[in-house]
């Protein structure tokens, strides 16, 4: 018999790494893993203002990582500095503003699962959101998915052809906070970006094809998900990092056998 | 007429890139831009496009108009995997029947299932050019498409791109740095660098002082020799 608890930890990365299989292929392709992690650096600052202001933690998380995002790619445009130190600023930035706050709001909090998730505490309330973020989300990027490939081989063309390039450069944003936004209560701030580019580089190696390279992404997450929760409870190990390191684990077989590039 | 700009300037940085520049594309015609770097080449097409709009002046399309566009420098990430075909039919119609005769005409069909990212220099402009025809359009804007091409590359592309051109009812305006390509092939050239400082028909481009002042007189008088070269075998008798 299995426990509620660990059901309900399944569900939930299932759901997250459906959404990390798509957006992850993206991040590996524009080169944007360090924008990923500032993103989820910048979601500690979201998480303090929903303790200290008494609001959901997801929803905190959504709403400052969003600020975050638009206010990143304006300046980028602007193209004051490189966005490598653009990105190191804001995110370390919000990160030390987030844990002055909630050093500063008196109450006890437990910094470490914010920072590497805690996903065997997963309420049955939570897993709802999950599931409809993942249904959300994966819709969208299948709606745009062909318009953003081809912005990501080559943003000109895909302008010439009409696309309204800023619009779905948007969505993809949109989607990208959404996505850290449920996922950092799974394997937290500090590991996120791993959930999005291990198992797209894993994947990179076995597959042939944008949209096989997401559904094979996909299902390496939802692997390691299940293998990660198991080992973190059989060896008494905290979850977050296990789900990693089996991810690791993969990519490095993978690696070694299909090195084929 | 297919696409005309009337006096348009862009100022980027308190810069002219652009200075009062006309230019205007008619059906079946071969319009090549030469010019220094920073001249304002890719600006032009690009506003041409609809990317940017002139800060002074206008951009006038004709309602038959169907543009396609290659851009510059086009390279491929190895991170992607996707197969030339793929990349062709990316957010196009998958009804076309025509597709597989543009493969034929174009003769491309052994390199289709490649992955891009594997392809050679000429192999990724064949694919571009394939790509951009699939719409059929009447204008194709090529920016700088020989870049990466070595001598023998950039004979074979302007070979394929002088069969597109006289296989179908197309007008093309490239920008490229191949002087003695483009004399050999294209129809009417243009000098740009922030302004037009000459344009004509590539056998008397090369008389103007322009030119000279723009490529060195050095430069103009090997292609003027080059020219003269050519026009030997026609003039050639009846000045003996």
Redesign the interface.
């Known amino acids: 018999m299995i426990d509620n608890f660990i059901i309900n930890a399944l569900i939930a990365g299932i759901c997250v790494s459906i959404i990390a299989g798509g957006l992850g292929c993206f991040i590996?392709?524009k080169?944007m893993a360090y924008f990923g992690d500032s993103l989820s650096h910048s979601s500690l600052f979201g998480i303090a203002l929903g303790i200290i202001l008494g609001f959901n933690a997801t929803i905190g998380t959504f709403i400052t990582c969003l600020i975050f995002a638009g206010f990143l790619s304006y300046l980028q445009n602007k193209k004051i500095f490189s966005n490598d130190t653009l990105l190191g600023i804001l995110a370390h930035a919000s990160l030390s503003i987030g844990i002055i706050a909630i050093s500063l709001s008196g109450q006890y909090v437990n910094l470490d699962a914010y920072l590497f998730g805690d996903i065997l505490t997963v309420t049955n309330q939570e897993i709802n959101f999950f599931i409809i973020a993942a249904i959300a989300v994966t819709s969208s990027l299948f709606f745009i998915w062909?318009?953003l490939?081809?912005i990501?081989?080559?943003e000109?063309?895909?302008?010439?052809?009409n696309?309204n390039t800023k619009i779905i450069q948007s969505i993809f944003l949109i989607l990208l906070v959404v996505f850290v936004a449920t996922c950092v209560k799974i394997v937290g701030i500090l590991l996120i970006t791993s959930m999005l580019i291990i198992p797209a580089a894993t994947s990179?190696q076995i597959?042939?094809?944008?949209g096989?390279?997401a559904i094979v992404s996909g299902l390496l997450g939802i692997i390691s998900i299940i293998c990660g929760v198991y080992l973190s409870i059989i060896a008494d190990i905290p979850t977050g990092p296990s789900i990693i390191f089996v991810l690791t684990l993969i990519f490095v077989l993978v690696l070694s056998i299909y090195r084929k590039? | 007429m297919l696409i005309q700009a009337e006096n348009i300037s862009v100022i980027r940085n308190k810069k002219e890139i652009l200075k009062n520049v006309n230019i205007n594309i008619q059906e079946r015609d071969f319009v090549t831009i030469l010019g220094p770097n920073g001249g304002g080449k890719s600006m032009l097409l690009k506003c041409l496009l609809g990317f940017y709009n002139p800060d002074f002046g206008s951009v006038t399309k004709s309602s038959k108009l169907r543009v396609s566009y290659t851009p510059q420098d086009f390279t491929v990430d190895k991170s992607i995997p996707i197969r030339a075909l793929d990349f062709i039919m990316l957010n196009k119609s998958k009804k076309n029947k025509k597709i597989n005769d543009i493969f034929q005409e174009l003769n491309i069909e052994n390199i289709l299932n490649q992955q891009l990212s594997t392809l050679s220099g000429g192999e990724l402009q064949k694919i571009l050019i394939t790509r951009s025809l699939i719409d059929n359009p009447n204008l194709l804007i090529l920016d700088e498409p020989t870049q990466n091409l070595d001598v023998s590359g950039q004979l074979n592309f302007y070979k394929f791109l002088n069969r597109i051109y006289e296989s179908r009812n197309i007008s093309i305006l490239m920008v490229s740095h191949d002087l003695h390509m483009v004399m050999a092939s294209t129809k009417k050239v243009i000098c740009l660098s922030n302004h037009i400082c000459c344009s004509g028909e590539p056998s008397t481009i090369t008389d103007d002082p322009e030119f000279a002042n723009l490529f060195g007189h050095d430069f103009a008088n090997m292609m003027s020799l080059y020219r003269h070269d050519i026009n030997h075998k026609h003039n050639g008798e009846s000045d003996d």
């Open positions: 590996v392709w080169k062909e318009k490939v081809l990501t081989i080559n000109d063309i895909a302008r010439a052809e696309i990179r597959t042939n094809s944008p096989n390279m590039n």
